[in-house]
């Protein structure tokens, strides 16, 4: 008997087959479809105006990645049976299922629970739902599952979900330096002990996957306006719980409006189906409506920051080397006397942080090179690799937000 195949026409990669009815399935759920309305970037599009892809592109890229480096092991007489070859796609499809709105933008705001964990009730959930399709992809999502390989391709530091949103926010921003050769790189992976590693010549790609990352987050991710705008975003947010707690009437979906009003912790989260429910049926256009609204709200600080974000009338940034201190004091004390600003609201206008940047953690998960002699050894090990200490460093820039 002949398997239908659905066939995905995505920009980035071009045809994307999809043979297995129970990935399908998936697609088709409530819970995944949800993630048509939350856009992978925050609000990256205010500088980089392509950049409006969700969360769901991403997610059937990474699953269609995974499928590419399942078949390249294959190849190499890594036996993998049809199930864990099944299961292995659905944790890549899911690996983001619980992101909330904007993504990483308000993470931990509206609810203080981790999108990873979210992923996981949220994969448990449709677990039951499926009599239990998706237990073995559970097990590879967190960890549990006895090959370790499988794990590191959904989540380590050469996963396919870094090479699926590298590539496809580099497409859809334009920002060229995030290119990278994932198809060099699945075609370059083996298996060694139980552990993912990759061919000596295909180091030069791995390189290439690791510097394209800061670049990118640099140019992009924690590009100075995107900061700017993500953080508007967060302390409109912030000051529409504090107002609600407070017994001010705002406008919200009823979802929204729950949130407003409640502390969720993640023990909390766990035991309540009902709160769950209520998370899943927030996306982007909950807090963009809001917004909206909020421009005429009574309240002066709120109507403010939601012009001042709707407007793309930002914060100005600066990053600062030398100590903080001085600089924000001035710019609060311009802000009070000469902007009107009212002290007790001044943390909303003026404000400090610090961005940072950690490209390759040399603490953790290594990427594994398989030299030529049969030796596995760490990238930054390998003679004249690129990744030394001066590109695994983390690097933190200190910063100010004010208002003009």
Known sequence: MSIKVKIVNDPVYGFLRIPEPEIMQVIDHPLFQRLRNIKQMGLAHMVYPGAVHTRLHHSLGTCHLMGKALEELRTKDIQLDKDEFLAARLAALLHDIGHGPFSHSLEGLLVNVRH???????????NEE???????????FEHSYPRTYLHQLVSSQLDVDRMDYLNRDSFYTGVSEGVI??????????????????????????EKFIIARRLMYWQVYLHKTVLSAEMLLVNIVKRAKELTRSGHRLFATPSLQYFLENEVDEKTFRANPEIIKRYCSLDDSDISASIKVWQDDSDPVLSKLCKM???????????VSES???????????????LGVKEEHIHYFVFDGIASNNTYNVENELIKIETKSGLVRNISEIEDSLVNQTIARSVHKGYICYVK
């Open 116 to 126: 990873e964990v979210i992923s996981k009730i949220l994969m448990e959930q449709m």
């Open 130 to 140: 499926f009599g239990g399709m998706l237990s073995k992809a559970l097990q590879i």
């Open 181 to 206: 050769g994932y198809d060099r790189i699945l075609q370059m992976l083996n298996v060694r002990d139980n552990e993912l590693v990759v061919e000596e010549k295909g180091v030069h790609s791995v």
């Open 309 to 319: 974000l709707n407007l793309r009338n930002l914060y100005k940034i600066q990053f």
């Open 324 to 338: 903080l201190a001085e600089n924000l004091r001035e710019k609060k004390d311009y802000a009070v006397h000469t």
